[in-house]
Structures are given as structure tokens and as C-alpha cells.
């Protein structure tokens, strides 16, 4: 394979690539099983790397969860007042109210979440069919993104594409991890680029793991399938955070030294690794 790479080429070499590898996610979705690679053993499930992440706690969420459930409170409470007059009020359902708001931001962010997993479903659909209808709650989302990319300049090579990584160089706790990445293309300058873009209020720290993860793993994937090494060493990746209401900005960041990123992500592996293991004292000896 030559220093060089272009989108044609790239993408004629990651389709025959996909044809001999599948990846799926297991049955309770968390983790991946990966055939047609024999690097990997039949019996090995790679951990997903948005759950491997999960050990990191998001700044803010709590603060935000806390929030969730006053404000489920205050509204419970003032539609309580208006439904009922002042001398006529029964007795505020105090108890059920609370037990409700444990479970407020949940709710807040399983309807945020439909809501980029269809976003999600309907880029990827407008990638395989530009002519998908787009309905009013989206085309925000969609005409932000069709600007970014029409002003990026970069050539599409695949969208949706799981990507894996499995280091069996230590058996008792070998780094593997699997995610599927958003879009994968190339730049003006024949540089391989991995993107992501997310639909919510903000861009977390973490996200740049994520994207580490991402380059790590389809330069395990690529190598000798439809990357070569200098390829693979200057992937790029960005996030882009996508407005959902008109008049609102777009947001691109850009990884910064992704080669830090990926050290600090293997490190967050071990740790999950650590978290979840059995070994961490010495075990009771009988005297």
C-alpha cells in the first residue's frame, strides 16, 4: 500500500475488509463479538467503549440530576395549587411526588437520547438515500450538518462502521474495547478522519476518549486491511454538536494530541478493569 490514500481507494479497501469481518453487538448490548479476525478468539466479547468510559463521572451531572428532580417538584406542586382552591386542597401527595423525582432525569435524558438515536438513524439514512424525506424536528440537525460537511471538505468512506481493538499481549488483563463510529472519512490532505456528533447540550471532556478509542481501534482494524501505518498514525478526530432548534450555533472540537488521548484512554480501561475485578486483597489464610 502506498504513503498515500485516497477516499475511492479507501473505501474499496474497507468494503472488502467489511465483507470478511463482522461485528455485533451482543444480546444485552454491551458488549461486541467479532468473527472473521483471528487475532480474536471465538469465545472473547470486547467491552463497548461508551460503557468502558462510564467509569468517568461527567461534570455537572449530578448537579443536573438534582436539578431535574426540584424542578419536577416545583411543577408538581404548582400544578397542584391550580388545580385545586385554597380551602378545598386535599392533602399534597408528598411521598409519591419525590419517589417520581428520583426518576425525573431519567426521563429527561431517555427522551434526549430517542432523540439522537433517531437523529443518528436519519443521517445515516440520508447517506444511503439523499432523497429521505426529513421531518420538520430534525432539519435543523440535518441542514448544520450537510453545512459543516459541504465546508470541511471531507470524502465520505463510511458511516455507522464498528470499529474494534484487542491487545492480547497481557493475558490476565488484555485492553479490548469495540464502538461504532459515526463517520469515517478522509481530509483535502489524504488524512483519515474519525467523527462523531452528538445532539446534546453539550461536548464532555470524556468525548475525546471516546474519539481516541476510535482512532486506536480502526488502526487495529485498518493496518494491513485499508490502512497503512503512517496513515493510521495521524488519524484525526472531531466531535461536532449538532443544533436541534434554529438559530443555534454548531459546535466542532477537534482531538488535541491524540496520542495522549488514547495513553489516557487505555488507562480508563484499566481502571474499569480494576473496578470490576475480585483480586484486590489478599485472600484469608486459616491459621
Known sequence: MTDTITAHVMRELMNEWRSNVKVN?????????????ERIPADVTLPRVTGILNIIEKQGLRTWAMDMALEHIREEFRQFQHKYEPGRRPTFPLDRVLVDARQAHEQKRDTAADFGTEAHALLQQLYLDPNTAVPDEFRTVV??????????GLEVIA???QLYYHDSTSKNSPVSFAGTADLIAIDP?????????????????????????????????GIGNFLNARNASKVRAIVVRLPKEEGMDIEIKEVNDVLIQQEAFIHACKLRQWQSGRNKWVKNRRK
Open 25 to 37: 453487538l451482543t444480546e444485552n448490548a454491551k458488549e461486541y463479538v467479532v468473527t472473521g479476525d
Open 143 to 152: 441542514d448544520s450538518w450537510d453545512k459543516w460537511m459541504s465546508e470541511s
Open 159 to 161: 458511516t455507522e462502521q
Open 189 to 221: 490532505q489524504g488524512i483519515p478522519v474519525v467523527c462523531d456528533y452528538k445532539t446534546g447540550s453539550r461536548i464532555y471532556a470524556e468525548y475525546s476518549l471516546q474519539m481516541a478509542a476510535y482512532t486506536l481501534a480502526l488502526a487495529y482494524c
